[in-house]
Nanobody, 118 residues
Framework: QVQLVESGGGLVQAGGSLRLSCTAS????????MGWYRQAPGAQRELVAG???????KYADSVKGRFTISRDNAKNTVYLQMNSLKPEDTAVYYC????????????WGQGTQVTVSS
C-alpha cells in the first residue's frame, strides 16, 4: 500500500508559478514509477510529468520547458515546479505511484486544484 499526500495547489495569475508536492507513505525507492497527472473539467486525465524506469523522466509536450519534476528521496517526496503558468493549465492535479511486483498496483493522491486566471 502507498498513501500519497499532495499539497501546493492554488490560484495564480497567468505567468505565475506554483510548486506541487507529493509525499509517499513509503520509500520512493520501492516505487517503480511516480508522477503527476491532471484532469480539467470535461477532459480525460493526462500525464503531466513523471519518473519512469530507471531515472528517466517524461513530460507532456504542452508543459515542456515550463514544468520540472524533481524528487527528494530522503523525504519520499516528488515535486512539480510549474512556471509560466497558462489558463489552460487549470485542472485538478493528481499524484500517481505505480508499484510492480507479481501484479501492478496503481495509487492516486486525493488531487489538488490548480487555477490559473488570465
Amino acid at each position: 500500500q502507498v498513501q500519497l499526500v499532495e499539497s501546493g495547489g492554488g490560484l495564480v495569475q497567468a505567468g505565475g508559478s506554483l510548486r506541487l508536492s507529493c509525499t509517499a507513505s513509503r520509500s520512493i525507492f520501492s516505487i517503480n514509477a511516480m508522477g503527476w497527472y491532471r484532469q480539467a473539467p470535461g477532459a480525460q486525465r493526462e500525464l503531466v510529468a513523471g519518473f519512469f524506469s530507471g531515472d528517466s523522466t517524461k513530460y507532456a509536450d504542452s508543459v515542456k520547458g515550463r514544468f520540472t519534476i524533481s524528487r527528494d528521496n530522503a523525504k519520499n517526496t516528488v515535486y512539480l515546479q510549474m512556471n509560466s503558468l497558462k489558463p489552460e493549465d487549470t485542472a485538478v492535479y493528481y499524484c500517481n505511484a505505480v508499484v510492480k511486483s507479481l501484479y501492478e498496483y496503481i495509487y492516486w493522491g486525493q488531487g489538488t486544484q490548480v487555477t490559473v486566471s488570465s
